[in-house]
């Protein structure tokens, strides 16, 4: 049962336009959300998060929006830089639970100059 | 400030060897897991632990061990490797307690079960 769901396994956009990457839940109990962003050879890094009592949290380019009500969450990358071409992972935890982290199965970001 | 280390980088078994694959953090982090990566199947939770002495499951324990008898270490032992045990293994650490959810990987270590 994958609780955490990206749904599109890659993704390309023009340098300098907005990529929306996506992300879908199940579990309601999840209080927590966080994007990371991953190189070739590399391990993940931390991107931006949010709380579930909010609805949008922004740090520079990067903005992560959540909608509860439909269990969906997406990061907003506006402009487009090349070097945001990486693998990006969604990941959800109940913040008050058990520490275990749910990952999304990623999505490929592709900016093309 | 290295952060969370990983050793080897690289590994090549042979089915049924054992080996031990090695994660230090020395940011005095609580808490440490461990996770594998496998295409189109994201991260997985392997094993975890919130502090020295203390372990539990995640989501595909099986074929694997841990054991944290320190805070800065938390090694993850494979007794029999299998072919299916080969994939990208990653370990992360984050501080307890809530306010702290901010999850800092290792760099990984590409482990080949032949």
């Known amino acids: 049962d994958q609780q955490v769901k990206q749904n599109s396994p890659s993704l390309s956009v023009q340098e300098g336009r907005i990529s929306i990457l996506n992300c879908d839940y199940t579990n309601s109990m999840f209080d927590y959300f966080l994007w990371y962003k991953k190189y070739p050879a590399e391990g993940p890094t931390f991107l931006i998060s949010?709380?579930?009592?909010?609805d949008k949290n922004e740090d520079g380019r990067f903005t992560v929006f959540l909608n509860k009500s439909a269990k969906h969450l997406s990061l907003h990358i506006v402009p487009s830089q090349p070097g945001d071409s990486a693998v990006y992972f969604c990941a959800a935890i109940r913040a008050s639970g058990t520490y275990k982290y749910i990952f999304g199965t990623g999505t490929r970001l592709k900016v093309l100059a | 400030n290295a952060g969370v280390t990983q050793t080897p980088k690289f590994q090549v078994l042979k089915t049924g060897q054992s080996m031990t694959l090695q994660c230090a953090q020395d940011m005095n982090h609580e808490y440490m897991s461990w996770y594998r990566q496998d295409p189109g199947m994201g991260l997985r939770l392997i094993h975890y632990s919130v502090g020295a002495g203390i372990t539990d499951q995640g989501e595909v324990p099986n074929g694997y061990n841990v054991s944290r008898s320190t805070t800065e270490d938390f090694p993850l032992r494979l007794l029999s490797a299998a072919p299916s045990q080969t994939s990208v293994y990653f370990c992360?650490?984050?501080?307890?307690?809530?306010?702290?959810?901010?999850?800092?990987f290792g760099s990984g270590t590409q482990l080949s079960v032949l």
């Open positions: 992360a650490s984050r501080e307890t307690g809530t306010g702290n959810e901010k999850l800092f």
């Open positions: 949010i709380s579930s009592i909010k």
